[in-house]
Structures are given as structure tokens and as C-alpha cells.
């Protein structure tokens, strides 16, 4: 931004199609990162060289359209950062940064059949596990989720587990009737908050999900005239954003009756 207005720095090709999604790294890991996916079934990771921006990491190995990437987010403790990509081949690849390069440290297929459309993390929280030793000693580590959402109807859970160094479905959550077109794991304030995850889908709703005594259940499913393509919540995680197929944006926040409410319509 120069004077109010905004200015063209640069113009990143390295795509053959359309791009569906971007995502930014936070700074704090070594560098300026950007992640792109398409449909010409690639994800690229782009890094900021003084004034230029270099090709990092270019993955090809995909069989469809690349519907999705977000970046883990940033926590005082987490010093690893990873990067999530969704296919349309039903496939989850995540991607880690070590000693300055980017490799596949997991792959996921078949985590939804017909395709993966939408991935969202969780802000990690710090837990206390034992080492895999003898030692009978503790660690502090990240509690590592995320959310997914597909073309068959399905929103899962995912969660990092230690002993076996993998990302492992831990819930299926299956009220919509029509393809999850996105999901949002909203921001977590507080260690005493509560995880909330929004969904949307073709079959013209948004529902809420809550985790209460670690199972997740339905608390509000608003309904729509037509269908709802994204979702997105505020820093805080108290206004969530819908964007509707109708032209509009509409605004939704929790009432003191723990209902969601519609606050505002944006054309």
C-alpha cells in the first residue's frame, strides 16, 4: 500500500489453470511464505527472496484438482511449521519445514471419497504427554487438530498422535445431505474456551459444531435459501462470516441464549 493505494509488487506464474486457494505462513518461521493449489493439480510454496518471490517447493504428484492449503497457525510454542493441502482425489497431503526444506511427512488418501473440498486448523494448545522412554518423564507438546470437509457429505476430525507420529481421523460427523463445501475451526481466546467448528454445504446449511467431553455434536444448524459456499469467523471467533450463493455475505453471532443470531446482511 503506497499513499492509500494500492500497488502491483509482483505477478507469481508458476500455474498452468485456475487457483483456488492461497494461504500465508506466519513470519516467524524463517522467511515469508505463500502456498498456492489449482486445477492443474499442483501445490507450489513460495518464499520471498529480498524483492523477489522463488518457487520453494513445487509438488506435482497429484491425480486431480487441488481444491485446498492453509499453513498451521502460529503459537508461542510451536516452532514447526506445516502446511495441509486437499485434493480432489480424496487424498491429504501435509507438508513440514525442517532445517529450511520442505518435504511430505504425511499422506492421507481416501480421506473423503469424490474429494477433499475444504481444511481448516485448530489453534494448537500446549498438553502434557510421557515420553517414549523408560524415563517415566513428561513433555509439553502441542495438542496438533484439524477439521476436513468433502464431497461425501462428511466433516472429520483429525489429530496428531504421538506414538505413532500420524495424523489420525478421530470423529465423522455426518448431518449434512449434500458436499461440505467449507469448513472454519474458529479461534480459540482462552484454554478454558470451548472448540467450536462452522460447516457449510450444498445442502443449503451451516451447522455448528461444539466439542463437549471430547464428542462433537450438532449445537445449531441454520438454514438457507440456496446453497452456502464458505465460512469464515473473526479473530476472536465470536462473528461468523457466510457467504451465500445469492450475491451476500450474512453475519452470525452467539447470543447470550447460545443461539447464533443473523446481525447484519452485507451485499
Known sequence: ?????????ETLTGHTGPVWKLSWAHPKFDGIFLASCGYDKRVII??????????????????????????SPSTPTNNTLELIAGCGDG????YTLHNKKWSISHIKKDAHPGGVNAISWA???????????DSKKQSVREYKRFVSGGCDNIVRIWRFEYQTNEYHPVTALSRHGDWVRDVAWAP?????????????????TVIIWKESNKKWVPAQTI????????VSWSELGN????????????????????QWQNISNVD
Open 1 to 9: 500500500i503506497v499513499k492509500d493505494s494500492h500497488q502491483l509488487i
Open 46 to 71: 513460495w518464499r520471498q527472496s529480498g524483492k523477489k518471490w522463488m518457487k520453494e517447493m513445487v509438488d506435482t504428484n497429484f491425480s486431480s484438482s487441488v481444491n485446498t492449503v492453509e499453513f
Open 91 to 94: 487424498t491429504i497431503k501435509v
Open 123 to 133: 489453534t494448537p494448545l500446549s498438553i502434557v504427554t510421557s515420553v517414549n522412554d
Open 188 to 204: 480459540i481466546p482462552s484454554s478454558t474456551s470451548h472448540s467450536v467448528v462452522a460447516s457449510c454445504s450444498e445442502d443449503k
Open 223 to 230: 438454514h438457507f435459501d440456496g446453497k452456502v459456499w464458505s
Open 239 to 258: 462473528i461468523l462470516a457466510v457467504a451465500l450463493g445469492a450475491n451476500s455475505v450474512q453475519l452470525y453471532k452467539e447470543g447470550n441464549d447460545g
